[in-house]
Structure formats: structure tokens, C-alpha cells
């Protein structure tokens, strides 16, 4: 057994905690805030999104951005800044834009994804039916607009699909399937939908932070007010931590900080290219059960995605790069103003809660997984970007298995620190 120190409460440092607890090591979590779950994971749109996990970096995303400057509902805004490590992964990001690095990205994520559903189904079945997180398993609907995107999408699934995981559905079925659409459908808002049946969402927070309960009951340490300022290295290896409250020893340490991976890898020189990706999400409290929507969804035409947890609806979305932490209340309002637009009957719209947070995003929308090949002992768990919530439960196996030296469920090479960040170009 050895005792290793996760830096970081967020879900992905807590799903790590998890699996190495489970593992046999000693864990020990060192987190800065006074709260699991207080940064990024604290209210992010709520998907599970096995069928939609292809990375953001796409051929029509340069055009994309070209033509949302300057638009207030824009999906995408990006502010230039005096910053290398900014142009240098723009440069990055625009190599994944290429149809083969997506199609690369595409194929790798989905494996991923899949992979982690059944690791989080496995951490459900060993804590039974109370351990709940606003969660549900009713899938996630993507809502087409338009009709040339309808008549598309529905060419695609007559010839492709044939798997009954993912399903076409027309406007009319879909408002038959959940009355909750009826409204949407008749004004003329959705043109068809994609159904991704095995897909689930929940409340990330609730479920880091009961999580975070459950490894303190089966004899982890949480900390939190502890910051982690610096490492303490000998010889090409890392033996602890350095916190604001004095030294920490270890064996291993691992690294999940979220956005602030970046900035402390850089402190034993290690480069990663995390940029962080603002995005925001606005919840609110239903009102009327019958007119939410039972599946989560994603509304394709502003990249927003809406999720029942509970007794309260979130609609989350939007990516700036290059932005402060100031949330522009012109922006959370435009998607709440959708949100309504969708379910007009579902919430009240005006007891709103806004939030915004930073996706720690690398350029090919991969996660980083593994032992930094310069010091020994010090691993990576980070930089998972749009879709931490769903690919935590699976990265922190592949850690932990990793660490074990046993042989991984998937192929780690694309998720090595030192690698090329364009998707399907290993190096
Ligand atoms: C608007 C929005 C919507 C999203 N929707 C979805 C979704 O629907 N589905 C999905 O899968 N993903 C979604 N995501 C992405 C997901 O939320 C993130 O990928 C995930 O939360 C990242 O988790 P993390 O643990 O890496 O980072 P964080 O949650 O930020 O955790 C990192 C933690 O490290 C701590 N920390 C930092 N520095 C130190 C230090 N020096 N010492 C100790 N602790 C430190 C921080 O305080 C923080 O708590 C969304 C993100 C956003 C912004």
C-alpha cells in the first residue's frame, strides 16, 4: 500500500480518491477551497454524455466564430491576449479542426466515455440506492432547429444507423414520447431529434461531494483550506507536497486542480496546454413537473445543455476563451431567455441562480492521464475540459490502474502528457 496525495476536490481529483482508496493506497485529498466540488464541477450542465462526446474542435468551428463576433447568444467568444500559451493552443486547436483529427477524436472520446458510464453504473452498484445526485438515466435528447440540419441528420440515420442506443425521432414523436416538447413543437422550435437512449445526467457537485463523504468513511482524509503551493522533489522524484498550513510526504502524488493544473505543473517545469474555457449555466426551480422535460437535452442551435435535476432545471453552455471570472449577466440571461423559449411552463424564470466556471480544456479535447516522464511519482489526472463529468469515473481507473502497472481497459497513448494534442497524431 502506498499513500498518495490527490491535489484538487473537484470530480475528478474525488473520482480519483475514490478508485484509489478502492485500490488499497492510503489517500489523501488536499483541497484549496473550503468546499468539494467549488470550482468548475459546482454547477456544470449535469450530462453524462456517452452519444455526444466528440471534442469541440471541428471544420466549422473557424467559420463558426467568424460569424457569432460580436453577437451577444453567441456559442463561442474569443478574446485575443498578449499570451503565448493562448496562441500557441489556438494554433493546436486549429489542427483538430481538420475532419481527420475529428474523426480520430470522435472515435477516442466515445470509447472513453463508454468506458467511464460502466466504471460510474460499478461506483452506483457498491453504493446502493441512496446514494443519490439528482441523477437520472432517461437519456439525452439533442434538439435539431432547422429544417435543412432535420433532413440531414434523419438521411444520416436512415443509412448509418441502425442502433437502436441512438434514434432519429421526428418533432411529432418526440412531443408524443414527453409532453414536456408539445409547446416547443408547436411553435416551431425543434425540427427533429437525436436520441441518445443510454446517456444519463446528474448533479456533479452533490455527487463529489457525498463521494468525498464516502472515501472519508472508508478511511481517506479529506482536507480542505489546504492549498498546495509547491512540491517537494529529490533526485528526478516527487516524495510530497507543500501546502499553505506546511509539508505533506508521500509516495505519489496526483495532480487534478482543474484549470490550476496548468500553472502548478509549470512550477517542477512541466508544460501542459490547459486553457481555461469559461462557460455558464443558470439554474432554476420547477414549477410544474409535467412540462419538464424527463431526458436531458442539448439544444444543438446555441450549444446549450438543459438537465432536470431534481426539483430544479439547469440550461448551461457557452465557451470564452480569454475571458475574466465576471459573470455577464447579458449572457446567462440570453440562455435562460432559451430556456423559457423551450419550456415556457416549466420553472420560474425569475428566482434564477447564474454561475459561471472554467473548463480545463486541452486542444485535442483529450484528458491527461499518467506519470510525468521527467519526475517520478508525481501523475496527471487533468485537463478533461467539456466533458469532466463524464469521463472522470473512467479516467480515474485508468489511473489508478495505471499506477498498479496492470493492464488498462483502453489504450492510455492518447492521453500521455508528452504527446502531440492533435487528435490521431500520437508523438
Ligand atoms: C458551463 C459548463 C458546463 C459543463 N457541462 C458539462 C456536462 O454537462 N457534462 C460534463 O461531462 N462536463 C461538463 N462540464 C465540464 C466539467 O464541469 C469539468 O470538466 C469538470 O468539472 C472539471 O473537473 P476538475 O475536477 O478537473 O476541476 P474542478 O472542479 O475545477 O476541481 C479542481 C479543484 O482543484 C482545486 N485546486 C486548484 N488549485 C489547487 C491547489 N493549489 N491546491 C489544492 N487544491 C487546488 C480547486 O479549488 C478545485 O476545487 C461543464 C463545464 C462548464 C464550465
Known amino acids: 500500500m502506498s499513500r498518495v496525495i490527490v491535489i484538487g476536490g473537484g470530480i475528478v481529483g474525488v473520482t480519483s480518491a475514490w478508485a484509489l482508496l478502492n485500490d488499497g493506497h492510503e489517500v489523501i485529498l488536499l483541497e484549496a477551497g473550503q468546499d468539494i466540488a467549488g470550482q468548475t464541477s459546482y454547477a456544470n450542465g449535469g450530462q453524462i454524455a456517452v452519444s455526444?462526446?466528440?471534442?469541440?474542435?471541428?471544420?466549422?468551428?473557424?467559420?463558426?466564430?467568424?460569424?457569432?463576433?460580436?453577437?451577444?447568444?453567441?456559442?463561442?467568444?474569443?478574446?485575443?491576449?498578449?499570451?503565448?500559451?493562448?496562441?500557441?493552443?489556438?494554433?493546436?486547436?486549429?489542427?483538430?479542426?481538420?475532419?481527420?483529427?475529428?474523426?480520430?477524436?470522435?472515435?477516442?472520446?466515445?470509447?472513453?466515455?463508454?468506458?467511464?458510464?460502466?466504471?460510474?453504473?460499478?461506483?452506483?452498484?457498491?453504493?446502493?440506492?441512496?446514494?443519490?445526485?439528482?441523477?437520472?438515466?432517461?437519456?439525452?435528447?439533442?434538439?435539431?432547429?432547422?429544417?435543412?440540419?432535420?433532413?440531414?441528420?434523419?438521411?444520416?440515420?436512415?443509412?448509418?444507423?441502425?442502433?437502436?442506443?441512438?434514434?432519429?425521432?421526428?418533432?411529432?414523436?418526440?412531443?408524443?414520447?414527453?409532453?414536456?416538447?408539445?409547446?416547443?413543437?408547436?411553435?416551431?422550435?425543434?425540427?427533429?431529434?437525436?436520441?441518445?437512449?443510454?446517456?444519463?445526467?446528474?448533479?456533479?457537485?452533490?455527487?463529489?461531494?457525498?463521494?468525498?463523504?464516502?472515501?472519508?468513511?472508508?478511511?481517506?482524509?479529506?482536507?480542505?483550506?489546504?492549498?498546495?503551493?509547491?512540491?517537494?522533489?529529490?533526485?528526478?522524484?516527487?516524495?510530497?507536497?507543500?501546502?499553505?498550513?506546511?509539508?505533506?510526504?508521500?509516495?505519489?502524488?496526483?495532480?487534478?486542480?482543474?484549470?490550476?493544473?496548468?500553472?502548478?505543473?509549470?512550477?517542477?517545469?512541466?508544460?501542459?496546454?490547459?486553457?481555461?474555457?469559461?462557460?455558464?449555466?443558470?439554474?432554476?426551480?420547477?414549477t410544474d413537473e409535467r412540462n419538464v422535460p424527463i431526458a436531458s437535452c442539448t439544444d444543438l442551435k446555441h450549444r446549450l445543455v438543459i438537465s432536470r435535476l431534481g426539483s430544479r432545471l439547469r440550461v448551461a453552455g457557452f465557451a470564452e476563451i480569454g475571458s475574466d471570472d465576471a459573470c455577464d449577466a447579458g449572457r446567462a440571461a440570453a440562455a435562460r431567455d432559451r430556456l423559457e423559449e423551450l419550456f415556457p411552463e416549466a420553472a420560474d424564470y425569475h428566482l434564477f441562480e447564474n454561475w459561471t466556471g472554467f473548463r480545463p480544456m486541452t486542444p485535442d479535447g483529450a484528458p491527461i492521464i499518467g506519470e510525468a516522464e521527467t519526475l517520478k511519482n508525481l501523475w496527471f489526472n487533468t485537463g478533461h475540459g467539456t466533458l469532466g463529468w463524464t469521463l472522470s469515473h473512467g479516467t480515474a481507473q485508468l489511473l489508478t490502474d495505471m499506477m498498479a502497472e496492470r493492464k488498462t481497459a483502453l489504450d492510455v497513448k492518447p492521453y500521455k502528457i508528452k504527446r502531440s494534442y492533435v487528435s490521431g497524431r500520437l508523438g
Not at 486549429?94 to 466515455?113: D, I, K, Y
Request: net charge positive; glycine share 6%.
Open 52 to 286: 455526444d462526446s466528440a471534442p469541440w474542435a471541428a471544420p466549422s468551428v473557424p467559420f463558426k466564430l467568424l460569424r457569432w463576433l460580436g453577437r451577444k447568444d453567441a456559442p463561442f467568444r474569443l478574446r485575443l491576449r498578449l499570451d503565448i500559451a493562448q496562441w500557441h493552443w489556438l494554433y493546436l486547436f486549429l489542427l483538430n479542426c481538420r475532419g481527420q483529427a475529428l474523426s480520430a477524436g470522435t472515435e477516442r472520446n466515445l470509447h472513453l466515455a463508454t468506458y467511464s458510464l460502466s466504471c460510474l453504473q460499478q461506483t452506483r452498484s457498491i453504493l446502493g440506492n441512496d446514494f443519490s445526485y439528482d441523477d437520472s438515466q432517461s437519456g439525452i435528447v439533442r434538439l435539431i432547429s432547422t429544417q435543412k440540419e432535420a433532413d440531414a441528420a434523419r438521411d444520416y440515420f436512415a443509412k448509418h444507423h441502425q442502433d437502436k442506443k441512438i434514434v432519429w425521432m421526428e418533432p411529432s414523436e418526440l412531443a408524443a414520447k414527453d409532453t414536456a416538447f408539445r409547446s416547443a413543437v408547436e411553435s416551431n422550435l425543434i425540427a427533429g431529434a437525436v436520441m441518445g437512449a443510454t446517456d444519463e445526467s446528474g448533479d456533479a457537485r452533490i455527487f463529489a461531494t457525498k463521494l468525498a463523504t464516502e472515501v472519508e468513511n472508508r478511511g481517506g482524509e479529506i482536507r480542505t483550506n489546504c492549498r498546495v503551493t509547491d512540491f517537494i522533489s529529490h533526485n528526478g522524484y516527487v516524495q510530497g507536497v507543500t501546502t499553505e498550513h506546511g509539508d505533506l510526504l508521500a509516495d505519489r502524488v496526483v495532480l487534478s486542480s482543474g484549470v490550476a493544473s496548468r500553472a502548478l505543473a509549470k512550477k517542477i517545469g512541466i508544460t501542459i496546454p490547459i486553457l481555461p474555457i469559461k462557460g455558464y449555466s443558470v439554474t432554476v426551480p420547477i
